[in-house]
């Protein structure tokens, strides 16, 4: 007796502490603190970091799909109507990101790094050849020039007239894809060329862009901060930009959009710098169908974001929605966590002496050698509604149009990032030139594109072992309280028993309690005796044989009590 009360005060001890124990550990979140700054200092770009070898060379593959616009009517365009477009593509490139130059700055605190981007043509994700199919579309140097000519004399601007004219150059121009993507000899700019040698002669969307980088960039390590994890210090050099017209559009924020800083923040903007558009976008992240302000979520804080005010983090890795949030009027996403993008407010304030645009579109002539280039999403998605009927056969639509980015928030790793963005030019009618004298003026579609990147399985997996880590160390003290529970319940189970075992003994006949005394010997094990008649001839296999030292069972014993417990001892359990 005295040793069963001597365990019963163990157990009760042992859990009581297991249980304050645990719960302190909890509520002071030591281990998760402890987790996540483990995980600040291991989610860097050093060179011992196991990230660094993915920033340099990344893993998933990365497709660029190109989508056309052919003008089917351009003589209905030409006369005043309105252009009919068909969408042909997707013509599908493999991008190679790798990041070279790599040099580390100031005590590694900061990294130099060139950031190439080639593209390779993958015909078998794509709906045809393209140094075969032809692209009708909007002669994009004919509506650069037209538009650079309008501060110059009228003169100047009937001479270039007469030239085109002789030239044969008309407002649109039919080109294979890989010409309009890659470069041509244009007729007019290489007649330019000739007068004015800075002028190239040649041209393409994406002339000059296949292996070539998009300036220098210099990274914060986030050694010292883990909130300037892969963020810009400096973009060629310069610390903001100088061509817009307000601060705010001349800010350059964030990431590359390659890596995001560990340990999100559900109510914190996600910066990404965009070197195409020469802005810096930012993310929103709004829960459920609720927009902008997302509303604060209990224990989101910055330590707390894991494991938030409920159980462990969830497996599968939040979905995090990127969207414009300019002209987003209304858009219900139904994914349950959604990140607005926005373009850094006042997009056309932010343009010296510009063109008052609507909403959803970007005008970045600034970046663009003052070409009238402007970007908004596929089809005019989100945009002004008299763009999308400026023209004919736009259909925009959410799951095909918007920009997203699921990132795991732990670890700030995006899992699925889909970029996708339409290249206009603005057409407008310029004196002196006779051909769009009767054109409506519209902002014109060219193309559009849908850059993705999924991460691949390897570090995929990688990812979720780092989340499994933190998800058990940051949940050990709840081991521990189960461990402390596991106890108690061990405690009320012997209680019970012993008082129970109390009762027992007032009431069982002299042979049993003789059975009991004698196997008392051993406290610790036991096999419970079946409420049935024992068979002493042929026990069932498995089964315990019966206890050596045991009376033989007899029939003439009264019958068991289901409860009753008989004590064996552990010898004649291991024949
Ligand atoms: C990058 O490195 C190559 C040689 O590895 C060198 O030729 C080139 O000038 C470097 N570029 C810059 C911008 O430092
Ligand atoms: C680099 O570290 C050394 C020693 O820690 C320090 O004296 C020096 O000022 C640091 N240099 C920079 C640029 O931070
Ligand atoms: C881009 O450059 C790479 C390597 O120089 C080449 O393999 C690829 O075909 C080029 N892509 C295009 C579209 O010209
Ligand atoms: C685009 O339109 C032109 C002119 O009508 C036509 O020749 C060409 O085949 C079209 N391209 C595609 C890919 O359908
Ligand atoms: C922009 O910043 C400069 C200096 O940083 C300041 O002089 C100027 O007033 C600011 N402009 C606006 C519009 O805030
Ligand atoms: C954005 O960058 C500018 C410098 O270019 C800096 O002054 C500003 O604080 C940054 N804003 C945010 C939100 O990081
Ligand atoms: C890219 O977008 C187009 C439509 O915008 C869609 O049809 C296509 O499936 C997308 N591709 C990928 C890889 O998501």
Request: include cysteine; charge should be neutral; aromatic fraction near 10%.
């Amino acid at each position: 007796m005295a040793r069963r009360s001597c365990a019963i005060y163990a157990t009760g001890i042992v859990s009581a502490h297991l249980l304050v124990v645990g719960i302190v550990l909890l509520v002071a979140q030591v281990f998760q603190t402890m987790i996540h700054s483990r995980l600040k200092k291991e989610i860097t770009l050093t060179e011992k970091s196991q990230m660094f070898e993915g920033w340099k060379n990344p893993p998933p593959p990365v497709y660029m799909e190109y989508y056309f616009f052919n003008v089917t009517n351009p003589e209905v365009f030409i006369n005043g109507g309105k252009a009919a477009l068909k969408q042909i593509g997707p013509y599908t490139y493999r991008e190679y990101r790798p990041r070279e130059n790599v040099t580390f700055l100031e005590n590694g605190t900061k990294l130099f790094a060139l950031n190439p981007k080639t593209f390779v043509f993958v015909p078998e994700k794509s709906a045809g050849d393209p140094e075969v199919d032809l692209l009708r579309t909007i002669n994009i140097p004919f509506v650069a020039v037209t538009n650079e000519l309008n501060q110059y004399p009228f003169l100047v601007r009937s001479l270039i007239s007469m030239i085109m004219n002789s030239a044969g150059i008309e407002l649109f121009m039919t080109r294979t894809v890989h010409e309009i993507l890659w470069g041509f000899k244009d007729p007019l700019l290489s007649r330019i060329h000739k007068m004015r040698p800075e002028v190239d002669d040649t041209f393409g969307l994406m002339w000059k862009k296949n292996g070539t980088h998009e300036g220098e960039f210099v990274f914060y390590t986030g050694e010292q901060n883990y909130m300037d994890y892969g963020k810009i210090d400096t973009w060629n050099g310069l610390r903001e930009m100088s061509w817009w017209s307000s601060n705010q559009s001349n800010m350059i924020n964030g990431t590359d959009g390659a890596v995001f800083h560990p340990l999100i923040n559900r109510n914190e903007l996600l910066y990404i710098f965009a070197a195409d558009l020469c802005r810096s976008i930012h993310m929103g992240y709004v829960q459920g169908s609720t927009n902008p302000p997302p509303p604060p979520h209990p224990g989101s804080s910055h330590m707390g974001y894991v494991q938030g005010s409920t159980n462990p983090p969830p497996p599968p890795p939040r979905s995090i929605h990127m969207g414009y949030v300019q002209g987003s009027t209304n858009p219900p996403h139904p994914p349950p966590q959604v990140i607005h993008m926005g373009y850094v407010q006042d997009v056309e304030a932010s343009r010296p002496g510009g063109d008052c645009l609507g909403t959803g579109v970007l005008k970045v002539s600034v970046c663009r050698e003052g070409a009238p280039i402007v970007v908004s999403f596929p089809h005019f998605y989100q945009a002004d509604p008299k763009y999308i009927n400026g023209v004919e056969g736009m259909t925009p639509n959410k799951e095909d149009h918007e920009t997203y980015l699921d990132l795991e928030p732990t670890s700030g790793v995006p899992i699925r990032a889909c970029k996708r963005a339409q290249l206009n030019v603005i057409v407008k009618r310029v004196k002196g030139f006779p051909k769009t004298k009767l054109i409506q003026e519209t902002i014109f579609p060219i193309m559009f594109v849908n850059e993705t990147a999924t991460i691949d399985d390897d570090s995929a997996s990688q990812m979720r072992t780092l989340l499994l880590i933190v998800t058990l160390v940051s949940n050990f003290p709840l081991l521990i309280i189960a461990m402390g529970l596991l106890l108690l319940l061990v405690l009320v189970v012997l209680f019970c028993r012993n008082r129970q075992r109390k009762n027992e003994v007032k009431r069982i006949d002299f042979n049993e309690a003789f059975h009991s005394f004698a196997t008392t010997k051993d406290d610790q094990a036991y096999t419970q005796v079946s409420d049935k008649p024992e068979e002493p001839s042929e026990p069932p296999r498995g089964a315990p044989p019966p206890p050596r030292g045991a009376p033989p069972p007899h029939s003439g014993q009264a019958p068991r009590n289901g409860s009753y417990i008989a004590m064996s001892p552990v010898e004649a359990q291991k024949c």
